[in-house]
């Protein structure tokens, strides 16, 4: 029966990660679902990674590797493994995480019974290297197919519980070649190719804006290691936070640009403002600064006030249970 389903490219783009790379491989190896090849491209990395990365494709024909002749920086190493990809789905998996054995069996199902999704993606745990405090993530909701306004509204408006990296999902291929951008335009002349913040959630973005719906496994398929080397643990909060509204700014000023849906969004970014932005080193002074010139229409204090009641009671629950 598999042989008769798409082939699914496993895409593992690398950077000097010895400690945790062959663990990654054997999670993308073992897969129930046997029509895969696993693309690994090496960013000229400077410790054994690629000595481990020769081992494993000696013992296994699917594992395809590949390195660049110099670092090219983080998202050109994620476009080359998209470009060397054969698969119909491409499912990127982070060089330090790992996926449960069935995560693509599970997924292409739900592409193949709904041709009209943009992207399935399963709960995922965080698990640290350092500690026992595992946590879930992304616990949507039932598994199912639901419209991908939700997702859209969910990242702008909302904040839900909703990934951002691709880490815990499956696209089409060609819609990682057209929405995984090197670049993405911004006010403060910020390298998004070299940073790799907000490229990952834009490319959710523009997926979902091109499809109805998208799928939801509620089971965890996916693992992410924390660990003091990852991008979303070394880089300071306000830079995070900055480079994540920048790429909704660019979606929305494509996609969403009407006065009052922009006014909804400049009121979330308003209390992250307050909370986390405005006292920082990024050289930013002023909220409006983050638009282009003529796409600010000021805040919606309604929307405000209800957003941060709101952001104040997930706090006390936290606190509380």
Known sequence: MQNNLPL???????????????????SAISQTYSNIEIVIVDNNS??????????????????KIFRNKQNVGPVRNWLRCIEEARGQYGKILWSDDLIATDFIEKSILMFEEHNEIAFVFSKAEIFSVNTKRNRTVFNFGKTGIYKSSEYIDGIL???????VSPGCAIFRINDLRENLLEQIPNTINSDFSMHAIGNDLLLFLLTANRYNSFGFVNETLSFFREHSSSITISSPKAKLIVMYEISKIYFISQHRN????????????????ILFIRNNDLGISEINSLF??????????????????????????TFVF
């Open 46 to 63: 400077t410790d054994n990674t690629w000595q481990i990365m020769k081992d494993c494709s000696l013992k296994d024909a699917r594992v």
């Open 292 to 317: 282009p010139c003529g796409m600010w229409h000021g805040i919606n204090y309604l929307f405000f006030l209800a957003y941060a009641a709101k952001k104040a009671l997930q706090k006390i629950k």
């Open 157 to 163: 408006l909302y904040d839900g519980l909703l990934p």
């Open 258 to 273: 009407n006065r009052p849906y922009i006014r909804k969004f400049s009121a979330t970014l308003l209390l992250k403002w």
């Open 8 to 26: 699914v490219s496993i895409l593992i783009p690398v950077f000097n990660r010895e400690q945790y790379i062959s663990e990654t491989i054997q």
